[in-house]
T-cell receptor, first 115, second 109 residues
Framework: DTAVSQTPKYLVTQMGNDKSIKCEQNLGHDTMYWYKQDSKKFLKIMFSYNNKELIINETVPNRFSPKSPDKAHLNLHINSLELGDSAVYFC??????????????FGEGSRLTVL | DQQVKQNSPSLSVQEGRISILNCDYTNSMFDYFLWYKKYPAEGPTFLISISSIKDKNEDGRFTVFLNKSAKHLSLHIVPSQPGDSAVYFCAASTGKLIFGQGTTLQVKP
């Protein structure tokens, strides 16, 4: 009964491949996020969806395409993977009312390694 | 350009003593500040927050202090316990959450 679950937890792939990471939350939240933790350990927001609508889209290459089929799911698809895409990707969720207060619930992370 | 910075990558304290984790920010428009705690192979979990209109918030052993004039935030843990050993992220919000790079706290028995 994990609150925010991501799959896969580990992903090793070659440059140029396309891969997806899936995220599901069972908290009944209406807002979901993707964060990237880079090699310098900063957690940086990539995207945010509220009720399946994109509300935050940071300066992310358009090789990254989020998709939210419903408010409980937010998937991340990455095309033409590059070495610099290697990172840990965290999915998170919140109630929209908590967006400003910043109380997010995070998944365990998906470590992507591009060779 | 990092708007939230944690300049100490690590901190080691003895069990029972006080742990003080620091955070600096540059954007005066932030309206909430938060601390998250992260264990290895887990996602960050919310610990404590403070509104920009306050200067202190306390929750059990955890107290967050906000100094707006210095644009400085700190987390005090008293007394520190071995189970507090984790990475602590400072974060600030203007509708989206911006994180620092984390400080690894080790509490020695």
């Amino acid at each position: 009964d994990t609150a925010v679950s991501q799959t896969p937890k580990y992903l090793v792939t070659q440059m140029g491949n396309d891969k997806s990471i899936k995220c599901e939350q069972n908290l009944g939240h209406d807002t979901m996020y993707w964060y990237k933790q880079d090699s310098k350990k900063f957690l940086k927001i990539m995207f945010s969806y509220n009720n399946k609508e994109l509300i935050i889209n940071e300066t992310v290459p358009n090789r990254f395409s989020p998709k939210s089929p419903d408010k409980a799911h937010l998937n991340l698809h990455i095309n033409s993977l590059e070495l610099g895409d290697s990172a840990v990707y965290f999915c998170a969720s919140s109630q929209v009312s908590q967006m400003n207060t910043g109380e997010l619930f995070f998944g365990e992370g998906s470590r992507l390694t591009v060779l | 350009d990092q708007q939230v910075k944690q300049n100490s990558p690590s901190l080691s304290v003895q069990e029972g003593r006080i742990s003080i984790l620091n955070c600096d920010y540059t954007n005066s428009m932030f309206d909430y500040f938060l601390w998250y705690k992260k264990y290895p192979a887990e996602g960050p979990t919310f610990l404590i927050s403070i509104s920009s209109i306050k200067d202190k918030n306390e929750d059990g052993r955890f107290t967050v202090f906000l100094n707006k004039s210095a644009k400085h935030l700190s987390l005090h843990i008293v007394p520190s316990q071995p189970g507090d050993s984790a990475v602590y992220f400072c974060a600030a919000s203007t509708g989206k959450l911006i994180f620092g790079q984390g400080t690894t706290l080790q509490v020695k028995p």
